[in-house]
């Protein structure tokens, strides 16, 4: 029987499957790739959109000094068609025909920069006009229209000077005011640029908090816990390894104990006997049989010790030929030992560990309960296989440590419990439940009967 766990076996006691770390590492790096890219297109998404907002706003103040400009050209523009048409009026001769052409191409500009204005054609300008500055531009659209109609009537109409001097006035103060809301609009432009900064800031770092708590942290959690869990693999597979050694050097003890000291024993022991024949009227006769009374007690030990390191019966009969050995040897001892064998399936390669725990049980309900009859239960049903030895003893509740540890360990390398309590009397019950896999192993129907021997029963004997 091999002790080290299988991977099916390491499944039932831990979740531990064929290929587990290879699928356990990829299911890792999958949740942490997914919340990963998540928090970083967020932030990304968070940084694509403060630059662009930080652009289109950058630009726009861009916008905003050039609609300022023009707004006060046109007020320079204004003066300027108000001067012409005065040193119009002043002059004469070729000075007055230069200042009339004067005239007529300021007030083009002025009129074709009144139009860009509001249309905002401006080369590298976007005009936002709010809806106040639109109004104000487009009561405007009169005062331009009158003094672009003065300017055209001179010099046949020396009386348009007089109202394009009226006209300035008017248009001046106007655009001092629209001047005034360009700025305005420009600076509320800048302070909402200031707190979408603010904003996207605020956003991005809790986003960052966020990617901590339920990013960051899990993702370590969950490393350290894979990490656990591979120690924990780890130090089983060792502890396998350790006791699949040692089950190897009982074996090869019990081995030699049966196979080697044990015949060389026999030997001596028939050879003792032949002696003591030979020296039958001799007065040596009486210590003859005591020595061969005396190596016959050493055989006896010698093969108790090797059933004892080596249980050789569960290679040929199984577990239940172990148990019923078990329970043989018992009885052997004085103490009445029975076993009930009702299991039609045993797990697949606990056959060892279970008679190892049948085992310590009895020694306890001998050694520590003082017992005079046990029992061994093996029963199997609903997928479970169930081994419980029962005693008539003392049962001493607290009394856990007398190799319940080393029961429990062996139980649940197969994925099974072990429990100690008060048995149906007034002793001890050791029950040991484990699953039964797909590969669980088909037992006897029922067990051979035993070689008489006082205070032995089973249940083949009963069923007869």
Known sequence: MKCIMTQQELGQVSGYAPGMPDRFD????????????????????LTIVAQVGVQLA????????????LAG??????????????????????????????????????????????????????????????RQLAALDQVVAALASAAAALPED??????????????????EQIVAAYDSDARHRVEFLKYLEIALCAMLLLILALEVLFVFRPAVARLQAALADRERLREREVANQVLEAAADVSRRIGQDLHDGLGQSLTAASLQARAIQRSLADHPAAIQAAAL???????????????????PVVIQVDGLAGALRELAQVTSAGGIACRLDWLATLVPSGADEDCYRIAQEAVTNAIRHGKANSIVIRAKSSSGRFRL?????????????????????????????????????????????????????????????APAPQAGLTTTAERTS
């Not at 950058?58 to 400009?69: M, P, T």
């Not at 119009?88 to 000075?95: E, I, V």
């Not at 020396?158 to 655009?175: H, K």
């Open 292 to 310: 061969s009374e005396t190596i016959a007690q050493v055989v006896a030990d010698a093969r108790a010790a090797a059933r004892g390191l080596a």
């Open 58 to 69: 950058l630009r726009q103040s861009q916008n905003d000094g050039a609609v300022v400009n």
């Open 388 to 448: 419980a030895v029962e005693d008539d003893g003392r049962w001493q509740p607290g009394k856990e440590g007398l190799g319940l540890t080393g029961m429990r360990w062996r139980a649940g390398r197969h994925g099974g419990t072990c429990r100690l309590g008060p048995g149906p009397g007034s002793g001890t019950a050791v029950e040991v439940e484990l699953p039964l896999g797909p590969e669980a192993e088909a037992a006897p129907a029922g067990l051979p």
């Open 158 to 175: 020396p009386s348009a000077v007089e109202r394009i001097l009226a006209g300035e006035s008017g248009f001046l103060s106007a655009m």
């Open 73 to 134: 050209r046109q007020r320079m523009l204004s003066q300027a068609m108000a001067k012409a048409a005065l040193a119009w009026r002043t002059s004469s001769g070729p000075d007055q025909e230069r200042w009339l052409n004067a005239l007529r191409t300021t007030t083009a500009e002025w009129t074709s920069a009144h139009a860009r204005l509001i249309a905002g054609d401006e080369p590298g300008m976007g005009v936002h006009n709010s809806p106040d500055i639109a």
């Open 26 to 45: 990829r299911a890792i790096a999958r949740a942490l790739t997914w919340r990963y890219s998540l928090a970083l297109a967020l932030v990304a998404v």
